[in-house]
């Protein structure tokens, strides 16, 4: 499928998608079909990054038919909504540190889960003494059991998949009732129900902020930042967790299998025949597991070369502690792996051209230019002024206590800027948009027929 057929199939599914909604007069099967419509926008990295006319037109729809919804007096508790939590990506530990680290404080919180989460994820929270709830109905009884929950609510702070219009719709309900309403941007460069409907957009990164003006329609934003995992660096240095059977100093990538685009893209396989195959350097890729692009590499590579699937967090950050270097993921970076990167004070090495996260001078453009600068690291090590004014901006800047604090803040009305200078940054927005419409891959719902 080229481009241009790519761009007419977006347009012929989209256009199915919304007669399907505006001709629908049943409410969960409307809800259905706008799930559907926000995926297929969210898998596909289409121009379309909100709807939030379509948001409007279904509230406008089912309005009428709402009980009235009334907010408790003397609210204190800040309720968080998270649709999904799994023990892999960065989403998830965000919140969750977030949540945990509020509890800690003696802050009035608690998480809805409107979907689903392991059960490591809800004994991390139980831990916590986190309290924690469920929507287990689905449809118009979610959608009133989530708004009415809202109503005990001082604020809602939502960590929402970008389909979730059950959560928007409820966020929208608590809006008019009064309650604050925060959306935490983890959807960055993703199409999303919700950003335009709450009191502010919560960003995570620099190019989150700037995407969201770019292409949302934002009432107002403000700084949260991904908050860097509490460690213990010299205990995790110390630490047995997990039998690597590297002997030798390895360098380390984390990701989930969708950061690499082994499907899509050839450039990571391409960094692994450089630095495992020409250089004779190990590497640990924690995460994709194998993979049919990794069958080609040389012999060499192949020797060289640890794959492993996901791994429990406090092992992967014991792996990383110990590790010679961190590989960002790519062509889609990894964020909270970064993140943590940094706070162990790690020498880091990227390739993108697209985000403005923090310290982002890591980032290679091009990979022939990546190349260059692991050689040079290989020769010559890393500049350890470097690697120290990092870990001190993490833990100034970018630590869980201080991304609690903005988030107070916001809570309290406040706008808080970006709490550093990104402007050296080079930042392409539309960097993994314009990827996706070089590839062939394309995700149609199930509930269409192409052939119509």
Known sequence: MDKEQKSLMVQKVDKSLLNAIYSCRDANKLFDLARHYGRFHWFNLTDRWSHTDLENYIFNLIEPRLPQFTPAKNRTTV???????????????????????????????????TRSATQSIIDELRNAQVPIKSTPATGVAQMLQLAQAFMQSKAVVLHINPDD????????????????????????????????????????????????????????????????????????????????????????????????????????????????????????????????????????????????????????????????????????????????????????????ISEGMYGDEFLSQSLSDLQESLSHFIAYGADKQRLSDRVSFINSTMSVRACRERLLASIQGKNVPIPYDYSQFKMNLSYHHDQWKKNGELFIPPIISINN
Request: proline letters at 5%; a neutral charge; one cysteine or more.
């Open 79 to 113: 309720t968080h909504v998270l649709s999904e939590g799994y023990d892999t990506g960065g989403h998830t530990p965000l919140c969750v540190n977030l949540i945990k680290e509020q509890k800690a404080h003696g802050d009035d919180v608690e998480l809805i889960i």
């Open 165 to 352: 219009i059950i959560a928007c719709l409820a966020t929208m309900i608590a809006e008019r009732s009064g309650i604050p309403c925060y959306f935490v941007n983890h959807a960055n460069i993703h199409f999303s129900y919700g950003p335009s409907q709450c009191s502010a957009i919560l960003e995570i990164t620099a190019s989150s902020w700037l995407s969201s003006q770019k292409y949302r329609q934002p009432k107002a934003q403000s700084f949260l930042g991904i908050p860097a995992s509490d460690i213990d660096v010299e205990a995790l240095k110390k630490s047995e967790t997990f039998e690597t059977g590297i002997k030798d100093p390895y360098f380390i990538s984390v990701g989930t299998p969708l950061k690499y685009r082994f499907g899509s893209s050839n450039d990571f396989p391409k960094l692994i025949e450089f630095l495992c195959g020409e250089m004779k350097q190990k590497l640990l890729l924690i995460g994709p597991g194998e993979h049919a692009a990794l069958a080609n590499l040389s012999a060499d590579a192949r020797k060289n070369l640890i794959v492993k699937g996901m791994v429990p967090r406090e092992q992967t950050l014991a792996l990383m502690a110990n590790c010679k270097a961190y590989i960002d993921s790519f062509p889609e970076g990894g964020g909270t792996s970064v993140v943590n990167a940094m706070r162990l004070g790690l020498p880091i090495f990227g390739y993108r």
